[in-house]
Structures are given as C-alpha cells and as structure tokens.
C-alpha cells in the first residue's frame, strides 16, 4: 500500500517525448481505474463487516486516540507513518469511522479476477518505473479518479514515505498526495474542504500476533491555508503543506533518529518505560502514557547522542549504556525470556501456584479451542518463513487466515457437526463457540508460557544461581545508567 511517492502523479511532469503516445493509448483501458470505486459494491458489504469482527483480534492490548479529529462527510486524506506493509492500511481502515479508499502498487491488478476483486475492497492501482514507461501514462486515470473521491467528500489513504521501511523512525516524503489534494481544492479556493490528518501507528512487534496496538489521529491540515501561496507558487506551497505533515506526524509515532544506537533505544523501550513514566510524574499505564513515556526518553536520549557526537573528546554516557543494553538483551535470547521476568524477579512460589491451578482448571476449554483452530492460527506460520521481507508476515497472516483458512475450516468443521449429530441447533452452537475459544486458546498458551519462564526464573533465583542475579544487577545497572543519562 502506498506506492504514491513512486510514481508520475503530477500533470504538469513533462514526459520524454516517443513515450507520450504509449501513455495516451495506456489511458484508454486501465485495469482497476474504477471511477465507482468510493462506492459499496456487493463484494464490499459482505467481506468489510466480517473482517472487521476478526481484525482487532490479531492484536492483544489495542487503544486509538484523537478519532474526534475525524470530520464526518468532508474529504480527507490520511497519511500514517507506513512501516508494515498492509497491517498500516487495514489499521487506518478498521479505525475511522467512514470507508477508506486505498492507493496500491499495480502489479497486483494484472489479471482480470485479482483487478475486480481488489477493487471491490476500494483499492486503486498506481503505477510505478518499474511497471515500464509506457505504463505512467495510466497513473493519470488514478490521479483523476483520486480527486473524485475526494470531490465527493469521501475518505482516503496515502502513504507520504510510499514504501514501508523496517524501522521506527519517519523516512522522505513525496509530494504525490498533496498533489491529489491541491487539485481536488481547486473548486473550493480558500474556502475549507480537502483536510491532510496525520497518523501514528505504533506496534510493540510487526510479526507476532498479540502484539500492542497504538493508533493516533491527528489534527487535520486544511489544504485551503495553502491555497494562495499555491496560486502564486505552486512548488512553494507544496513544500510548505509536506514540511508542516512531516512536523505535525512526528509527535504522533515512534522516530527514532540515531542508526548507530538504534536497537539500543529500541531495548530502553521496555526496559525503562516505566521508569521513565516515575521520572516524569505519570501515574498511568495505558498503551497512550507508556508511548508518551517512550517519546520523552527518545528526546533527551538524541539530544545527548546529537551533544557527545559534537564534543568527541567528552566521556561518553552512551557507549557504556549501549554496551550494558547489548549485553543484557544478548542474555534475555539466550535464556527465552522477556525484560518483564527479570524486571520482577520471576513468577513467586504462591503466585505460581495459583497461576498454574488456574491452568489446569482451564485446560478443557483451552483443549478444545485449540483443537477446533489448530489449523487456521498455526497453518500460516510456516508459510510465511520464507518472505525475506518480514513486513509482509503479518499481512499474510491476516489474509490467509480471515478470508480463506478461517471461513473454510469452520465451514468444514460445522458441516461435520450437523452431519454426525443431526440436530442443526447443535451445530449452530458448535460455530458460534468456535472463534471465542479459539482465542481464548491463544490466550491460555501465552500466559501458560508466561507462567512457565517466570516461575523457572524465581526458581533459580531463590537457588542463588549466578546467571539469573547477573542479569537482576546488570537490569538495575541500565536503569541507573539510562536515569543519570536523561538527566542533563
């Protein structure tokens, strides 16, 4: 999703002349330039409402703030950060209150089937280099039918950065969407009409299921702020809309600027978010204060990699923290556990006991749950072992898991209950317990792996075990280097 930034979506790039009449004759038949595309369609109204239901479950703790920045009924374009292929579009979707037409690379609409169906979920082709010269030409036809959605005060979605990237931190921005959003204010001048809303995505993991879910909406950008310095000069006022997007998108995600101490910060993000919430006198743990909580120690963690990179000759506070970080994480994986088991020194006897009664008590519900969703939740995980880009895992994931694996395995399962039972009710009881155990399945593995790891941890901990109290004394160590860093 998001390819915009790629692609020739401004009619006023001049095209090298002999490739001009290919794009003109490209322009006659594009596949998948539905100029109906803004409207709900039959495929559309049967598959949105149930994907929906399954969506958010793919995720474990979810919170979305600023949905009252939404205006109902006016054109709106919004702009996430973009750093996990189709997950970042299906958030968005899944999140405003209106349908959401999408932009997508085109290679995705080559066949005939793939272009009607691809378009009944509102997603429109855009054209890249890659695609061939000849082939541009057609991006006109999307440009067109973009502004159309627009002009007919629906919602859209483009990717400023184009492509999603594997980090946290805010990339390049094209100008391809607020080309499509000038053009479309064209009719309305300095009057108010097409808005730009910024969005933060923010995932505690791209790949594992029941990961946290961070979603944050933005004020809007009224594109007729900019509208007389764009009649003057067009170029200026694009820059101008780009730069105030790039700053007004920045509080709203994780941008972590360093390369060097990258993965370093990432760590800290867990290790001292809740020492950092202490330090700055927050009492509240929702997914919204520990990344308010994680945007402050970022801050003063760049102003002192930014304040040691001009005085080289100063001790560095940084390295021996990266050091102490590096090593710390290096023994979490060599154990498989989490920062959380050391941070509280393990599961204690009597709280494990219960825990682990708690388990068994529960064991038949999650026996059958798993058994009745065994195929669906685990059957993707190997197919997607071999996509380099890893990005993309969780978006199959979905795909295969809610449109195909999960419809027919229940399907499946249902038919058989009805035919080896007879009555229909019992079947139809059988369905609707499917899903909501299946999950509390997933649920019941997680904290049984949870209860596992921490009571291990406790267990040589209370054994005087050499390894485990390094870790508790180099976890306390981070803490006190990374507080008398943030400090200045």
């Known amino acids: 999703m998001g390819f915009v930034e790629k692609i020739y979506l401004c009619r006023d790039r001049t095209i090298p002349s002999g490739i001009n009449d290919l794009n003109q004759m ?50 709106v374009i919004f702009a996430p950060n973009h750093q996990n292929a189709l997950m970042d579009a299906l958030i968005v979707l899944y999140a405003s209150p209106q349908d959401v037409v999408f932009l997508a690379r085109a290679d995705i609409f080559k066949s005939r089937f793939a272009a009607f169906f691809i378009n009944s979920l509102k997603v429109l082709p855009v054209f890249r280099q890659r695609d061939g010269a000849a082939e541009l030409g057609k991006n006109e036809d999307i440009f067109d039918i973009s502004v159309d959605v627009l002009k007919h005060h629906h919602h859209m979605c483009v990717m400023p950065e184009g492509n999603h990237g594997h980090q946290r931190k805010l990339r390049a921005f094209g100008k391809g969407i607020f080309r499509i959003a000038f053009t479309a204010q064209e009719d309305h001048g300095t009057e108010p009409f097409v808005k730009i809303i910024p969005v933060g995505i923010d995932m505690s993991d791209y790949v594992k299921q029941n990961a946290s879910l961070f979603l944050n909406f933005g004020e809007p950008m009224e594109m007729s702020d900019y509208w007389e310095q764009y009649q003057e000069a067009a170029p200026r006022a694009l820059n101008a809309a780009k730069k105030d997007l790039i700053e007004n998108l920045k509080p709203l995600m994780i941008d972590i600027k360093t390369d ?34 994680d945007k402050e120690m970022i801050a003063r963690l760049d102003a002192l990699i930014a304040l040691e990179a001009e005085e080289d000759k100063a001790p560095s506070k940084m390295k021996p923290l990266a050091e102490k970080v590096e090593k710390y994480t290096s023994s979490l994986k060599e154990l498989n556990i989490r920062d959380w088991v050391v941070r509280d020194k393990g599961i204690g006897a009597m709280k494990s006991l219960v825990r682990h009664l708690g388990l068994i008590l ?67 009881v059988f369905l609707a317990t499917l899903f909501p155990l299946g999950k509390f399945a997933l649920r019941w593995y997680f904290y049984w792996k949870k209860t596992v790891r921490g009571s291990w941890f406790a267990r040589r901990l209370r054994r005087g075990d050499a390894a485990v109290e390094e870790m508790v004394k180099l976890r306390e160590e981070i803490i006190e280097m990374t507080r008398e860093a943030i400090s200045q």
């Open 362 to 428: 529960t064991f038949p519900l999650f026996l059958y749950g798993y058994l009745t969703n065994i195929l669906p939740y685990w059957l993707p995980v190997p197919m997607v072992r071999n996509l380099k880009d890893r990005q993309f895992h969780s978006s199959v994931k979905i795909g295969l898991g809610v449109l195909v694996l999960f419809p027919l395995w229940y399907f499946i399962m249902t038919l058989l209950v009805l035919i080896f039972t007879g009555p229909w009710w019992i079947a139809l």
């Open 260 to 293: 060097e101490y990258y993965e370093v910060v990432m760590s800290l993000r867990e290790i001292f978010n809740d020492s950092m919430r202490a330090e700055i006198g927050m009492e509240g743990s929702l997914l919204h204060d520990r990344f308010r909580a």
């Open 26 to 75: 490209a322009r006659r038949k594009v596949r998948g330039a539905n100029r109906a595309i803004h409207k709900r369609n039959f495929i559309y109204y049967n598959i949105y409402p149930y994907v929906r239901i399954f969506f958010f479950h793919f995720y474990g703790k979810v919170q979305v703030k600023g949905l009252e920045n939404i205006p109902k009924g006016q054109p």
